[in-house]
């Protein structure tokens, strides 16, 4: 039986094809063993550019109205934490440059905590480092490790310049959705409790 003939058109794209393939970048594998779980979908309007420390990392704006990006990232209690397994309470996520850089939040927790609102911090460390930071100094609130910075990209508040995070404050509802976001502006305790009581309120 004779074998069916391929045009060189055809043998031309096949060759163009497979050497495309082979040469295409790849992410390179995380080396800590510490990294955040990232799910694959990411939020809408976001696109794809490069991170200092983890190769490939996706960069969005977070949108008020819109699903809170969903992410796992280990914790001050030494287990990992899914952002979806807080819902059914309200959530606020803090992203701080370093856990040293937060101010006092125990006045701003007790008023979270009568307006059934849970405080989450999200810090450029290590896993390690946070939770030897949180047996240092016991947190009422949940600490939580982006060594890779792939979360602070997602939500918009990682900055390249210092290669790290810039202040970011994020309110989500019990359904999971955005109803505050700020990136940029470091708000004392103060101005975060006005904001999430009058979002409160609205609801």
């Known amino acids: 039986m004779n074998s069916p003939r391929v045009s060189l058109a055809a043998r031309n794209f096949l060759t163009a094809a497979l050497m495309s393939a082979a040469l295409a970048p790849r992410a390179p594998a995380q080396t800590d063993p510490k ?14 550019v490069v991170t ?8 969005g704006q977070v949108m008020v109205g ?4 969903a992410f796992e990232l280990d914790s001050s209690l030494g287990k990992p934490i899914q952002l979806t ?21 125990a006045p701003l927790q007790r008023t979270l905590d009568s ?13 390690r480092s946070v939770e030897s930071f949180a047996q240092r100094n016991p947190l009422a609130w949940l600490l939580l490790a982006d060594v890779t910075g792939e979360v602070g990209g997602m ?11 810039t202040p970011g404050f994020f309110l989500i509802d019990p359904r999971g959705i955005v109803r ?5 502006r470091a708000l004392s305790p103060d101005e975060v409790r006005d904001i999430v009581m009058s979002e409160r309120e609205k609801s």
């Open 35 to 48: 990294s955040p779980h990232v799910q694959t979908m990411p939020a809408p309007g976001v696109s794809q």
């Open 52 to 59: 200092p420390s983890s190769g490939a990392l996706i960069m």
């Open 66 to 69: 819109q699903p809170a990006p």
């Open 85 to 105: 397994s807080l819902r059914g309470d309200w959530t606020l996520l803090i992203f701080l440059p370093r856990m040293t850089s937060a101010p006092d939040f």
């Open 115 to 127: 307006a059934a609102v849970q405080m989450v911090g999200i810090c450029h460390e290590r896993a």
């Open 155 to 165: 939500y918009g508040v990682w900055d390249p310049q210092v290669r790290g995070f």
């Open 180 to 184: 505050y976001a700020s990136v940029g």
